[in-house]
């Protein structure tokens, strides 16, 4: 198993423009997250899928943010008319809901710059 | 409103030496804390993990703590290692019945440098 992965890594941006980052998680996990993380702060929840399902959004979640899972497999999270605070790493996780106690397992995440 | 706390952003601490991170949370509701390593340009890694139902927790050389009555949780390295300085994270998380509400909330981090 080669983990969560994240693609692309890095993206810079001008402001105005449309980004897709991808994120494939670990096969057998049915829950996927998203999270974002600002410079000295700790990642932020964005929202989450069990399977294809969204089964919560953050408040964080503006209009411009939209998060898609299809087939419960890779997850796709789009930002539409990017602003210069969208600028953050953007974090995927997942994790397998048969257990309690729950592990969240993250992977690289993807750098966005907005210019 | 900040719901999980790491009040210190950096700590230094000699190789060999014990290291202490401390995490403080103000939701009752949270029944299941998790730390995370953070090395720069990567994702957080999963460390170790404790429920509400104990008050201790070891693995390795990591051992967390905590204590219901004060929302306080704190994580131990023993001993340091140089290889263990990066940002080190607190999440907490609510489990209700075996269903897990999903989302972690995190503290702001705090750096750990080890020095040989």
């Known amino acids: 198993d080669t983990g969560v992965s994240q693609d692309p890594r890095h993206k810079i941006t001008k402001r105005g423009q449309n980004v897709t980052f991808r994120c494939d998680p670990i096969?057998?996990?049915?829950?996927l997250y998203w999270y974002r993380q600002t410079l000295g702060q700790g990642p932020e929840f964005l929202t989450y899928?069990?399977?294809?399902?969204?089964?919560?959004k953050s408040r964080l979640l503006s209009d411009r943010f939209s998060a898609e899972r299809p087939k419960g497999s890779f997850s796709t999270l789009e930002i539409q008319r990017t602003e210069q605070g969208d600028s953050a790493m953007y974090l995927c996780?997942?994790?397998?809901?048969?257990?309690?106690?729950?592990?969240?397992?993250f992977g690289p995440g993807t750098r966005l710059l907005v210019l | 409103d900040q719901q999980v706390k790491q009040n210190s952003p950096s700590l230094s601490v000699q190789e060999g030496r014990i290291s202490i991170l401390n995490c403080d949370y103000t939701n009752s509701m949270f029944d299941y804390f998790l730390w995370y390593k953070k090395y720069p340009a990567e994702g957080p890694t999963f460390l170790i993990s404790i429920s509400s139902i104990k008050d201790k927790n070891e693995d390795g050389r990591f051992t967390v703590f905590l204590n219901k009555s004060a929302k306080h949780l704190s994580l131990h390295i023993v001993p340091s290692q140089p290889g263990d300085s990066a940002v080190y994270f607190c999440?907490?998380?609510?489990?209700?019945?075996?269903?897990?509400?999903?989302?972690?909330?995190f503290g702001q981090g705090t750096i750990l440098t080890v020095h040989p």
């Open positions: 999440a907490a998380t609510r489990f209700a019945g075996g269903t897990s509400y999903g989302k972690l909330t």
């Open positions: 899928f069990q399977n294809e399902a969204q089964l919560e």
């Open positions: 096969s057998e996990h049915n829950r």
């Open positions: 996780a997942s994790s397998s809901r048969d257990s309690f106690q729950e592990t969240q397992y």
